[in-house]
């Protein structure tokens, strides 16, 4: 496994140039995957995001907490060729009940538009607390960046 020099750089460059992606769970081994509005803490180690209570999403979530998130960076710029970076962060989710307001109002400055949604009774928010970053610059230029080791 490669290291790159900076990959936290690298990780905190996806992580700002995306307000989505698609967050893959499982329960009773059947894979889900859904898009999110995520927002990441200042430090990259936990991502934020919400769900309505009523969703497979959050039922597979309060049943097992092991997720992964997939973002996805692309440079299109005309006269060059396509570049796309992916980004997978790793980790265990857990619903945040005590901190409400202020997962709500983190996620309200990262993705204004979904206040209606944010401030729904039925709207759950969720911590992932990540133990690893994976970063596929190419085919053969993968990348980890691995929590506390």
């Known amino acids: 496994m490669k290291t ?5 750089g690298y990780v905190r460059q996806v992580l700002n140039n995306n307000r ?15 898009l999110i509005a995520v927002t990441v803490t200042d430090d990259l180690l936990q991502l934020l995001f919400a769900t309505y209570k009523n ?9 097992n907490e092991n997720v992964c998130i997939l973002f ?13 970076t992916v980004l997978t962060a790793f980790g265990k989710a857990t619903e945040i009940k005590t901190e409400h307001s202020d997962a709500l109002n983190t996620q309200l400055l ?3 538009e979904l206040n ?3 401030s729904s009774s039925n709207c759950a928010f969720f911590r992932v607390n990540v133990d690893a970053y994976q970063l596929v610059l190419g085919v053969d230029e993968i990348y980890w960046w691995k929590i506390n080791s």
């Open 72 to 84: 996805e960076n692309r440079n299109d710029k005309k006269n060059s060729k396509q570049e796309i």
């Open 55 to 63: 969703t497979s999403k959050y039922t597979n979530l309060t049943q």
């Open 20 to 34: 989505f992606a698609v967050l893959a769970t499982v329960n009773n081994n059947k894979p889900h995957a859904c």
């Open 116 to 118: 209606t949604f944010l």
């Open 110 to 112: 990262r993705h204004p």
């Open 4 to 8: 790159p020099v900076d990959s936290k």
